[in-house]
C-alpha cells in the first residue's frame, strides 16, 4: 500500500496570507490526525477527523481549521498567517479500531 | 491539562552501550503508549508501542517498559548502532475513547558515537 501523502513538500506565505495543506492516507484508513511541529515544542495536536467529523482538537487558535472529504482525504487550513505557524505540518492515518498512526512526511511552512 | 514529560531532551552514547528515554504522563486514563523514530528529514516512524496491559514488550534491541502506578514508561535501545541515531518521541494516547489524539513528548535527540 502507498502511504501518506502530503502537498504540498514546501511552501513559503507572507504573514496575513492563507494556506490550505493536504493530506491523503492510507488506503482504508478513516482517521486523519494532524499535528504541527515546531524545533522547540516538539509534535502538537491540531485535530483528528474520522468519516468527515471533527472528534477532537488541539489548543490552537479558530485559525486553524480542517476538513475530511467522503474519501478519507484532509484539509487543513490556515487564515491569517503569523511568524509563528512556521512549522512542520504533519499527518497521520489510523486503520479504523487500530492505534497505530502512520505518518506523512509532512510540509514545511515558512512565513515571512 | 494532559501532559507529557520526556527526558533527557539530547543523550550521547558510544556505539555498543546502551540507551534509556524516560516519559512521564499526566492523564490516568492514558492506556497507549507508542514510541516514534524521527530521522532527520524523515517522517516519524512507530518503531514499538506498548498497551496499559502490559508492564513489559520487547522487539530486537528496542525494548519498553510501564510502570501505570508511577504513570512512567521508557524506552531501552541496547547495543547501540550509529543508524539508531535520530530524535526518538513517547506519547500517549486513550485508545477505546473513540480518537486518536495523541500527546507527545518534546524528544530526545540520540547520538551513537562510533
Known amino acids: 500500500k502507498a502511504g501518506v501523502t502530503q502537498t504540498p513538500r514546501y511552501l513559503i506565505k507572507t504573514r496575513g496570507q492563507q494556506v490550505t495543506l493536504s493530506c491523503s492516507p492510507i488506503?482504508?484508513?478513516?482517521?486523519v490526525s494532524w499535528y504541527q511541529q515546531t524545533p522547540g515544542q516538539g509534535l502538537q495536536f491540531l485535530f483528528e477527523?474520522?468519516?468527515?467529523?471533527?472528534?477532537n482538537k488541539g489548543n490552537f487558535p479558530g485559525r486553524f481549521s480542517g476538513r475530511q472529504f467522503s474519501n478519507s482525504r484532509s484539509e487543513m487550513n490556515v487564515s491569517t498567517l503569523e511568524l509563528g505557524d512556521s512549522a512542520l505540518y504533519l499527518c497521520?492515518?489510523?486503520?479504523?479500531?487500530?492505534?497505530?498512526?502512520?505518518f506523512g512526511p509532512g510540509t514545511r511552512l515558512t512565513v515571512t | 491539562g494532559e501532559n507529557v514529560e520526556q527526558h533527557p531532551s539530547t543523550l550521547s552514547v558510544q556505539e555498543g552501550d546502551s540507551a534509556v528515554i524516560k516519559c512521564t504522563y499526566s492523564d490516568s486514563a492514558s492506556n497507549y503508549f507508542p514510541w516514534y523514530k524521527q530521522e532527520l528529514g524523515k517522517r516519524p516512524q512507530l518503531i514499538i508501542d506498548i498497551r496499559s496491559n502490559v508492564g513489559e514488550k520487547k522487539d530486537q534491541r528496542i525494548a519498553v517498559t510501564l510502570n501505570k502506578t508511577a504513570k512512567h514508561f521508557s524506552l531501552h535501545i541496547t547495543e547501540t548502532q550509529p543508524e539508531d541515531s535520530a530524535v526518538y518521541f513517547c506519547?500517549?494516547?486513550?485508545?477505546?475513547?473513540?480518537?486518536?489524539?495523541?500527546?507527545f513528548g518534546t524528544g530526545t535527540r540520540l547520538k551513537v558515537l562510533a
Open positions: 488506503s482504508g484508513h478513516r482517521s
Open positions: 477527523y474520522f468519516s468527515e467529523t471533527q472528534r
Open positions: 497521520a492515518s489510523s486503520p479504523y479500531r487500530v492505534r497505530e498512526q502512520y
Open positions: 506519547a500517549a494516547s486513550r485508545e477505546g475513547s473513540g480518537t486518536y489524539k495523541y500527546i
